[in-house]
């Protein structure tokens, strides 16, 4: 349910923002609502990304669209109030269940989500395929590939409290082509993470390494949402090939290729949003004078 003892209203560059959080069974959830008249979108994170990965986002898209995010119990400030410090993926397909029902997503949203939250969008767009009009799915594939197990079987042998290593092997691994600002972020991110977001970290990745497929796990021809899977040139942990195989399990489902970029693209330059737009329209600048001077 909605705490609206913790839901706060304020403007900010002429647009209302909401943020508040939801008690979801054994989980607190933080959310923030960009305010618009527009479609909706509802944007999922990746492994241990919080609502801050989408701000680039934010400001391409909020003027046109009601945009809601949120962060899963191990992100951000997202908590497990009890039980396991696991979030299965039929506990994150509750929570982005509720979220949407609370923030009050329409049955025409569309879904953005990036890497493992594209996992949560396709398995949420199979049970409730009803709910959901369109999936915007970037850096997702079937299962992981040997750089990925590699990675995360590598990850494993470092010690706990050599933060700085885990992030510079992550960055290494697939994180090359960011910004070095965002690069500094990940390292303090990872100096930063408590012992219970490490230790859920870990066994997320264990779960990554003994799940096959996605197929496996979820119902793909039951997706009914227009579905593009977005792939960056570079992703060193995602193939095109798989993610191409992907694409054909899915009903009404395209692939668009992002020259130059690797597994976070749109982190990594601004100009991946080229390719959002054939999906997300944005009006032409003279039409939007045109509906403020209506307004």
């Known amino acids: 349910m909605v705490n609206p003892a913790n839901s706060i209203k304020y403007m900010r560059r002429g647009a209302a923002i909401v943020k508040g959080t939801i008690e979801i069974s054994r989980f607190v959830v933080p959310y923030r609502i960009y305010e618009n008249d527009g479609p909706h979108i509802v944007c999922i994170n990746g492994v241990q990304q919080s609502m801050a990965m989408w701000h680039s986002f934010v400001l ?25 410090i696991f979030v299965s993926l039929d ?3 509750e929570i982005l269940r509720e979220v949407m029902k609370a923030t009050g997503a329409n049955n025409n949203v569309t879904i953005c989500s990036a890497s493992w939250g594209g996992i949560v ?69 990872f100096k930063n993470m408590s012992e219970e977001n490490l230790r859920a970290f870990y066994e997320h990745g264990l779960f990554v390494v003994s799940t096959k497929k996605i197929g496996d796990l979820i119902n793909l021809s039951n997706i009914k949402a227009k579905t593009v899977l977005i792939h960056g040139e570079n992703d060193s942990i995602i193939d095109l090939d798989d993610v ?25 330059s601004e100009d991946v949003f080229d390719i959002y737009e054939d999906i997300l329209s944005i009006p032409p600048k003279d039409e939007k004078k045109i509906q403020k001077s209506t307004g």
Not at 60 to 84: C, E, H, M, N
Not at 160 to 170: H, T, V
């Open 121 to 189: 969008a396709i398995a949420f767009a199979s049970r409730h395929r009803n709910e959901v009009k369109n999936l915007c799915l970037a850096s997702l594939g079937t299962k992981a590939n040997d750089k990925m197990v590699e990675t995360i079987k590598n990850g494993f042998q470092i010690d706990p409290q050599n933060r700085q290593k885990m992030a510079d092997m992550l960055i290494e691994s697939f994180g090359q082509g960011l910004p070095e600002n965002i690069k500094n972020k990940i390292v303090t991110q």
């Open 244 to 268: 191409n195989f992907l694409a054909s399990q899915i009903p009404n489902c395209a692939v668009k290729v992002v020259k130059g970029a690797g597994h976070f693209l749109h982190m990594e």
């Open 91 to 93: 506990e994150q397909v």
């Open 60 to 84: 391409r898209y909020a003027p046109y669209y009601r945009i809601i995010l949120f962060d899963f119990p191990d992100q951000g400030k997202g908590r497990i109030v009890s039980g396991p």
